[in-house]
């Protein structure tokens, strides 16, 4: 009934996004050359009346013809800044009128093209000296070389500005050019990757210091990083979750696992529908901003799969099994791509865009939904001054544990359990007759490939064989749609459609998935396209003069500068990813050319995962590699599957696995195959191999 339920609430959800974006463009006033586009970001600023063009080179030869600057806009589909610099000033007659008669306009999606976002957003973070953000709006020369720049402007600071720089730009060009020649190298020697020629000891005293350096940013109270604002940063906990069990200490655990809960427990995870918004603008995950990323959400599946594995805890159960109930229902596609992300704004009754707004609830509307049992509710989801949101608004959100409720209700667990399933149905009906957010339904191959990672990690801890179909029905999408002729992948997907050449995060994570799904398939398809993409990588991304690899590849449409991503934030950088995968195909293919280069990439971070590791934890979790022992599980026989099951019951984080049933020609099984009435289990780091194994619990005890 529960299953029922899900998929009609799930075909309501697809029709009301079909029809929303079904569009009659004769009822616009506006149309600027956006219509021609498929992202459903510059679709949404189709009808502005600035002149919208899409990032080409066509755009900026216009400008140079025309002797004007460029303001270049960055967006994605589901920002509510976003929306609501458009409402404020894009769709002002006066304010593009002055945009228009000035300044060539283009319009960026940054998931659609990164490499123009990740440019301009260096060329802003070094004009303001802090952090960026989307809204990001950059003016530049027509020649791409950046003067100016900032994220969210208020309308009449925005007409400010521009008019500003305009004026400057007629009057006094050559100032205009002297700062862009000065910004562009600044941002050129900010790229630089030194080559790190001296080999580092890699050893567990660094990363002590790190973590050490990091507890002064830990709320130990709340979990996260101290601050008003909570992102998950899934990569940091997954990192702090292994170093503290690998190293036994409790501190670190301690502030792992309650990051972990109270997440699972605030109003950030959505407990009516499954599924993580991107933030949240409090100290303890109360109000999200309500945007909900494909990626973030294909992480946290993944870190609170180990979570799970190391605690049985099951409330990271429940968190895995909404959070994929509602990927599935809301953000898969009938071909096996997953769809990029939910709107943070939705519409009211009277038809205006506000945040939030498909999320909220009155308890006078709650009143009337939950029919009995409305004062337990009300004390599991806090429909009171801890739960308020705004005005009379609640967001839903837990303080206690099922256990709790059931002690103070005189109820068993199971029951608490039962009513809560029940008042989720309920909801999650009720919910589904508001009008949605906007889906931005673009396939990006990176984030599908974190997604599919978070598939594999939830089928391997919990075994559901639902999860592994659909793993592999993702992967299959991703080789038979965005892998090309010539061995690179795309970056989108589209209407059936796949465009725009691959930039290295499509690579780095795309290699890292296959990787693990070869882990708990034993198809040895997946390791074989995993190296073949790790070549065609070093042919078009490699930098030979700082042994790190570009984002961009030789093939791409080449920008101001050619950045090397190395800082891991919300997503791991490509090229920790890369390092990781490296370092794995160095074990499966006995390649020492793939072992020197991660060590190289990992010298050449050395200098600055002491002083700032918030912003190298895949990197530190490489360093773990390096420094303490790292196993080889290979197992051989008709069993290897169910063996290889047992094994991924325990948290092993320092393994790999490889696996055949039968005759295997991967170089790590070479010499290790078994006779036809047995399995065998071989344990060995850096080459040197315990004997073999029929019991798995033996050989889990040579690990540890």
């Not at 939904?369 to 004390?379: E, G, M, P, R, V």
Request: some cysteine; glycine content about 4%.
């Amino acid at each position: 009934m529960y299953r029922l339920l899900l998929t009609i609430i799930s075909l309501l959800f697809l029709i009301s996004c079909k029809e929303s974006t079904t569009r009659n463009i004769a009822s616009y006033e506006h149309t600027n050359d956006l219509i021609n586009e498929t992202s459903p970001y510059l679709l949404q600023h189709a009808h502005n009346p600035v002149d919208w063009k899409a990032w080409s080179q066509e755009s900026l030869d216009l400008a140079k013809k025309e002797n004007k600057l460029v303001i270049v806009s960055v967006g994605y589909s589901a920002c509510h800044w976003c929306h609501v610099m458009e409402r404020e000033s894009f769709e002002n007659d006066s304010v593009a009128r002055m945009m228009n008669d000035n300044f060539i306009n283009i319009k960026v999606d940054r998931q659609e093209r990164p490499d123009i976002d990740q440019v301009y957003m260096s060329a802003v973070e070094l004009i303001t000296g802090k952090a960026g953000g989307w809204p990001l709006n950059c003016i530049i020369l027509p020649d791409g070389r950046p003067i100016f720049g900032g994220t969210y402007f208020q309308k009449n600071e925005w007409i400010n500005i521009l008019n500003q720089l305009s004026n400057l730009y007629k009057k006094n060009p050559e100032k205009v050019i002297d700062f862009a020649e000065k910004l562009t190298k600044g941002m050129y020697e900010n790229e630089l990757v030194l080559l790190n020629k001296e080999e580092v000891a890699f050893d567990i005293n660094t990363i002590n210091k790190a973590v050490e350096n990091w507890t002064d940013l830990m709320d130990m109270e709340f979990g996260g990083n101290k601050g008003n604002q909570k992102f998950p940063n899934p990569n940091n906990a997954h990192f702090l979750l292994r170093y503290g069990i690998q190293n036994q200490n409790k501190e670190i655990i301690d502030y792992t696992f309650t990051t972990l809960n109270k997440m699972a427990f605030g109003g950030i995870f959505d407990h009516v529908g499954g599924g993580f918004s991107r933030y949240s603008i409090d100290s303890n995950w109360h109000i999200p901003h309500f945007e909900k990323m494909l990626y973030d959400n294909g992480q946290l599946v993944s870190l609170y799969s180990d979570a799970y594995l190391i605690t049985k805890n099951n409330l990271y159960k429940d968190i895995i099994e909404e959070t994929l109930d509602f990927v599935e229902r809301e953000l898969t596609s009938d071909d096996g791509s997953f769809y990029s992300s939910l709107d943070a704004d939705s519409k009211t009754i009277e038809g205006q865009l506000k945040e939030g707004e498909y999320y909220k609830w009155t308890k006078e509307e709650l009143k009337e939904i939950i029919k009995t049992d409305f004062d337990i509710f009300q004390d599991y989801f806090n429909i009171n001054s801890y739960g308020q949101w705004e005005k009379e608004n609640y967001i839903l959100i837990r303080n206690k544990s099922n256990q709790e409720i059931a002690k103070i209700y005189n109820l068993t667990v199971s029951e608490v359990k039962f009513k809560v399933k029940k008042w989720k149905i309920i909801l999650l009906e009720a919910r589904s007759k508001r009008i949605r957010p906007r889906l931005d339904d673009i396939a990006l191959t990176s984030w599908n490939a974190l997604m599919l990672k978070g598939y594999i990690d939830a089928y391997r801890v919990l075994d559901e064989p639902h999860y592994l179909k659909i793993a592999l029905k993702n992967a299959e999408f991703i080789i038979s749609n965005q892998l090309r002729e010539d061995g690179g992948l795309n970056h989108s997907y589209k209407d059936g459609k796949s465009t725009t050449s691959g930039y290295f995060e499509d690579y780095a994570n795309t290699i890292d998935a296959f990787i693990n799904l070869y882990e708990v398939s034993l198809e040895e398809k997946w390791l074989i396209i995993a190296k073949q993409l790790t070549e065609y990588s070093f042919d078009h991304f490699y930098d030979n003069i700082s042994a790190m690899f570009f984002f961009t590849s030789n093939k791409n449409e080449k920008l101001i500068v050619r950045k090397i991503e190395i800082y891991d934030k919300a997503i791991p950088s490509s090229n920790s990813v890369m390092a990781n995968n490296l370092f794995k195909l160095s074990h499966y293919y006995s390649n020492s050319d793939y072992l020197a280069t991660s060590k190289k990439m990992l010298y050449n971070v050395m200098h600055n995962l002491e002083k700032n590791p918030t912003s190298y934890s895949n990197w530190l979790q490489l360093m773990i590699n390096f420094s303490s022992n790292y196993y080889e599980v290979a197992v051989s026989g008709v069993d290897a599957l169910d063996k290889i099951k047992e094994i991924n019951q325990v948290y092993i984080p320092n393994k790999l696995i490889a696996g055949s049933i039968g005759i295997s020609n991967l170089p790590l099984m070479e010499g290790r195959h078994s006779n036809d009435k047995e399995t065998v289990i071989y344990v060995c780091v850096d080459g040197s191999c315990r004997q073999p194994e029929t019991n798995v619990e033996n050989a889990i005890k040579m690990i540890k």
